[in-house]
């Protein structure tokens, strides 16, 4: 099993759409968790971290469940602009080490 | 604002031959990273950095080295490059809240 997975996608949905995406993990002693967005033929970009409360950044909410080893990032009202690959990571905890998913790809049409 | 930044952009290399990326952070951060990405593989983790002259290996070391003789740099080397190590390579630095800034990436293909 690898240490991170994510549904490659691609996800397609229509502007003003709710997509959701989720990102399992491992290792059960992970401690940092992060989306991270990625454009086409650019470097990726910190989208949010995701903390044990769950955490809202406009649009954007991410969710981290424990017990099942699974963030989560939810987008509302989906924008043209929101399309790209979302990539989980995850900072096992034991090494210095951050783990990145292959990430999930985002297609909003008009 | 420089962040991180690599050089060079892009590079083409005949198998056999040697390069060094460059990667320069001006964030006074203490761990940096050095990442390849290939299609449908993710980015997958080649050396690491703790701190000014500590170096650590990643997922896929082999045919790679690095130095961190400086806090700002981080050097990655192909001694003899292969064309299985086309691909984009991204420099990290990260900061102590744990969030990763890259560098724009480096494509090399090696013929």
């Known amino acids: 099993r690898k240490e991170v997975e994510q549904d490659p996608g691609p996800f397609n949905v229509p502007e003003g759409a709710t997509v959701a995406f989720n990102c399992t993990y491992s290792n059960s002693a992970s401690q940092s968790f992060f989306w991270y967005r990625q454009d086409c033929r650019k470097e990726p970009k910190l989208l949010m971290s995701v903390y044990s409360s769950g955490n809202e950044d406009g649009r954007f909410t991410a969710q981290l469940n424990r017990a099942s080893q699974y963030i989560s990032l939810l987008i509302r009202d989906s924008k043209l602009s929101d399309s790209a690959t979302y990539l989980c990571?995850?900072?096992?905890?034991?090494?210095?080490?951050?783990?990145f998913g292959t990430g999930t790809r985002l297609q909003v049409f008009p | 604002n420089a962040g991180v930044t690599q050089t060079p952009k892009f590079r083409v290399l005949k198998t056999g031959q040697s390069m060094t990326l460059l990667c320069a952070q001006d964030?006074?951060?203490?761990?940096m990273y050095w990442y390849r990405q290939d299609p449908g593989m993710g980015l997958r983790l080649i050396h690491y950095s703790v701190g000014e002259g500590t170096t650590a290996k990643g997922e896929v070391p082999d045919g790679y080295n690095v130095s961190r003789l400086k806090k700002q740099n981080f050097l990655l080397g192909l001694e003899s490059a292969a064309p299985s190590q086309t691909s984009v390579y991204f420099c990290?630095?990260?900061?102590?809240?744990?969030?990763?800034?890259f560098g724009e990436g480096s494509r090399l293909t090696v013929l």
């Open positions: 964030m006074n951060h203490e761990y």
């Open positions: 990290a630095s990260r900061s102590q809240s744990g969030e990763l800034f």
């Open positions: 990571v995850v900072n096992p905890g034991n090494t210095d080490k951050l783990i």
